[in-house]
């Protein structure tokens, strides 16, 4: 009876608490483990592979059925989707997003109707929910890129930077979570990409930490040039740079202050903004 009554709500997408000796699904292939100090979640992965959505924008079209949670007391906390959707994500991320000192799990899920969201969780009440979620793109197949989280604003608070089908419109935009929702506080503009498509890095941009706000290092759409936009003050690029190739790979920060792009051709160029 009492694997049915937890059979009974996952399928529809409640929160599991997993017991000691419990069973635990199969990991998502190659998905990675998220961890941070701190209180709320404190580590986190997929889990449930599923290959009922077949898009395949990372490259396979095998998705997470499941989130799993850790908190900081080790206690397992798992919410599985509807088969209705996944997540089109292969490693989840750890941040403060609301400033209560509790870890959130930002992710990418994606209704196979209608495409993907950015959709954020937290252990409350001791079950692992849903806190806040924007709207799904609109479309199946259609799916969005989280290029970076961090106070892009210079509040104090971490916010996220999102480019929405970043292999069409390219549509870069900022979310904050405020008052328990998703809201939209920069943007969107067009002609930006952090992913390329087939590609298992899921960003390919970086945010830059200065004094005052962050900035956010991103390709154009054509993956020829690297943006440096600014969030605080209203969204701008501020700085850009030609590239011999196209970004293939994570751009990273330097401790010289300058950026290492890696190349389609195997090359990894260094390039400086003042």
């Known amino acids: 009876m009492r694997r049915t009554a937890l059979a009974g709500l ?11 000796g419990q069973a635990t699904a199969e990991r998502l292939p190659d998905g990675g483990i998220a961890e941070a100090a701190g209180q709320g979640v404190v580590r986190a992965w997929y889990e449930r592979p599923t290959g009922r959505y077949g898009h395949g924008v990372l490259g396979d079209a095998i998705e997470g059925g499941s989130l799993v949670a850790v908190d900081p007391e080790g206690r397992r906390h798992e919410h599985v989707l509807p088969v209705s959707r996944v997540f089109e994500d292969i490693t989840p991320r750890l941040a403060d997003l609301d400033g209560d000192g509790r870890n959130e799990v930002v992710t990418i899920r994606s209704d196979l109707a209608s495409g993907a969201a950015v959709a954020v969780y937290g252990i409350r009440d001791g079950a692992l929910v849903e806190i806040a979620a924007t709207a799904p793109i609109g479309s199946a197949n259609r799916w969005l890129s989280i290029a970076a989280i961090a106070d892009f604003l210079g509040d104090g608070t971490r916010t996220v930077a999102v480019v929405r089908t970043p292999h069409l419109a390219g549509l870069l935009e900022l979310l904050a979570l405020r008052d328990g929702r998703l809201v939209r506080v920069a943007g969107p503009v067009a002609g930006f990409s952090s992913h390329a498509i087939g590609s298992r890095v899921l960003s390919l941009a970086a945010a830059i930490e200065r004094a005052g706000a962050a900035d ?59």
């Open 10 to 20: 996952a399928a529809f997408g409640l929160a599991v608490l997993a017991g000691p």
């Open 216 to 274: 956010l290092a991103v390709p154009d759409l054509a993956r020829r040039r690297v943006v440096l936009v600014r969030f605080a003050g209203g969204l701008r690029a501020v700085a850009s740079r030609d590239l011999p190739g196209r970004v293939a790979d994570r751009i990273r920060p330097l401790a010289t202050g300058g950026l290492a792009v890696p190349l389609e051709d195997g090359t990894v160029l260094e390039i400086a903004f003042d």
